[in-house]
């Protein structure tokens, strides 16, 4: 079995994570979250990568590059905290893409990284109001509205401050224009395919993050000295960074399979993609926990850095 990237995608993953230790650093996540929680020069940045067009097909002006490529990108988002709804751009275009059959004029504008599109999860008439990721920034919403996938200039957007400091808005649909792209069983079936597929972008976002926040404990851990030794050597430090990164190799590997049983058409492929998403969100809400106990649960004590994956 293997279950190394290839070479191709070991070198986007170092491209992408050279790019984002430079400019999306602690003191960069620090300065969005002071306005409105989006990185502009940034987002730019990831779409002169070629970030934005990995899951459009090239017939559309994309790179046609598969869910592992893109979970790929979303390891490094979420290793350093990107300020801004990356996982939600990817499957909106993708999604923007696959039911214009390419045609729609803004594709190209969204994947230069000009403007900004996101995608609201909930049917809008079911849910008319809802919290959007990236609603606070985007010039557009893609959504679904009963049997038909519309494109919402978003109005009636409510901002509202957040731990976390990401632009995430609550829309009021009902005061939005919205223009129909496709309507039918094949535009819900393929909106909700992007939703499955944001279950597994966000996996690897959250599992990466843990897994950060992790290795910030373990080096904090064997700087600080308690009677006379590292802190890491004591048992009850120790065993449960090391617990938390199993568990997180767990939702890394489980995400990949997913993905693989997909590619394969096994019909259980459909339980392991929500699988996926909850053992990572599980395992990271523990890994982050341990990492703040770590550090004297600072979670609290903004100049650690660890607060930033709290």
Not at 76 to 92: C, D, Q, T
Not at 241 to 256: E, F, N, P, Q, R
């Amino acid at each position: 079995m293997n279950l190394e990237l290839t070479d191709d995608q070991r070198m986007m993953r170092e491209s992408f994570a050279k790019l984002l230790d430079d400019q999306s650093s602690p003191q960069h996540v620090r300065a969005a979250m002071e306005t409105d929680g989006f990185d502009q020069k940034l987002w730019g940045q990831l779409a002169e990568l070629g970030a934005f067009a990995i899951r459009v097909d090239e017939a559309h002006g994309g790179l046609g590059m598969g869910v592992l490529d893109a979970t790929v990108l979303m390891e490094e988002v979420g290793r350093r905290l990107v300020s801004g709804p990356v996982a939600e751009a990817l499957v909106a275009l993708r999604l923007l893409a696959q039911v214009t059959d390419g045609t729609h004029a803004d594709i190209e504008t969204f994947i230069a990284g000009s403007a900004l599109l996101t995608m609201a999860l909930e049917p809008i008439d079911e849910q008319p109001t809802q919290w959007v990721a990236g609603a606070a920034v985007a010039s557009k919403v893609i959504a679904l509205d009963g049997d038909a996938v519309v494109l919402v200039a978003p109005s009636g957007v409510c901002a509202e401050e957040s731990l976390a400091g990401t632009p995430l808005a609550e829309v009021d649909f009902t005061k939005a224009s919205k223009e129909v792209l496709a309507q039918g069983s094949d535009a819900v079936r393929a909106f909700n395919a992007a939703c499955e597929e944001w279950k597994l972008l966000m996996a690897s976002a959250v599992s990466a993050l843990a897994r950060e926040a992790v290795r910030l404990a373990s080096v904090y851990a064997c700087e600080r000295e308690a009677f006379g030794r590292a802190i890491g050597m004591y048992q009850a430090i120790s065993h449960p960074l090391a617990d938390s990164i199993v568990d997180i190799d767990g939702a890394k590997y489980l995400t990949w399979k997913a993905i693989h049983d997909i590619d394969a058409g096994y019909d259980f492929a459909a339980a392991e993609v929500s699988l996926a998403l909850w053992w990572a969100t599980e395992a990271a809400g523990h890994a982050v926990t341990r990492a703040l106990h770590t550090f004297g649960g600072y979670g609290l004590a903004l100049e650690y850095d660890v607060h930033l994956y709290n």
